[in-house]
């Protein structure tokens, strides 16, 4: 499979918990994004790294919310003390050089419950 | 502050007719724009796209989208609809001028074509 993809597929946390999601890109891709969809509503950029480097957060994610990209390969997003409004889609999605689309992975769905 | 708005929260079409989903961007200068289409429970799929160039754009599946810069539109087309169309629909904009390639992304339209 040579697309991007996401682990685990769904997660139920109880809130307060800390969760761990994986994204695993295209190989040739030095680009990594990870987006935040809720219900009903366009996906929502969190962050960007260009190879290992993290060079763009938004506002959105808070001092609970960490991302890595170890070795410029495959990236984890981490969410500590997990509250009921974190649940949503988080989709990863990584690009190459030049000015095109991105492409998705199929998403971590998060519940908090 | 780049942004895009998909006025229509849901479109109806029935099978064989033609389908037009909205979209308007806002960008401080010559946009990139992408359509995504979404599946139930699953990521985006990349639809089509616009850089430069000629201001009819084609892309997978049969669809077509068409720039307008005067309008600041870019609406999603499709002549003949199928009932397997039915799905999520999103616009997305990128203001050249940002490096890191950042999507910005409509609130979506969900597109149902009756048998």
């Known amino acids: 499979d040579t697309g991007v993809s996401q682990n685990p597929r769904h997660k139920i946390t109880k809130r307060g918990q800390n969760v761990t999601f994986r994204c695993d890109p295209i190989s040739e891709h030095n680009r990594l994004y990870w987006y935040r969809q809720t219900l009903g509503q366009g996906p929502e950029f969190l962050t960007y790294f260009q190879n290992e480097a993290q060079l763009e957060k938004s506002r959105l994610l808070s001092d609970r919310f960490s991302a890595e990209r170890p070795k410029g390969s495959f990236s984890t997003l981490e969410i500590q003390r997990t509250e009921q409004g974190d649940s949503a889609m988080y989709l990863c999605?990584?690009?190459?050089?030049?000015?095109?689309?991105?492409?998705f992975g199929s998403g971590t769905r998060l519940t908090v419950v | 502050a780049q942004s895009v708005a998909q006025p229509e929260d849901q479109v109806n079409v029935a099978e064989g007719n033609p389908l037009t989903v909205k979209c308007t961007y806002s960008?401080?200068?010559?946009?990139?724009l992408f359509w995504y289409v979404q599946y139930p429970n699953r990521g985006l799929q990349f639809l089509l796209k616009?850089?430069?160039?000629?201001?009819l754009v084609k892309g997978s599946y049969g669809f077509e989208a068409e720039f307008n810069k005067s309008q600041t539109s870019f609406h999603l087309k499709k002549p003949s609809a199928l009932v397997s169309d039915s799905a999520l629909y999103f616009c997305a904009v990128r203001d050249p001028s940002n490096a890191g390639n950042m999507l910005t992304f409509g609130g979506g339209t969900r597109l149902m074509v009756k048998p």
């Open positions: 960008v401080s200068g010559n946009p990139y």
């Open positions: 616009y850089i430069t160039g000629d201001n």
């Open positions: 999605a990584s690009a190459g050089g030049g000015i095109y689309g991105y492409t």
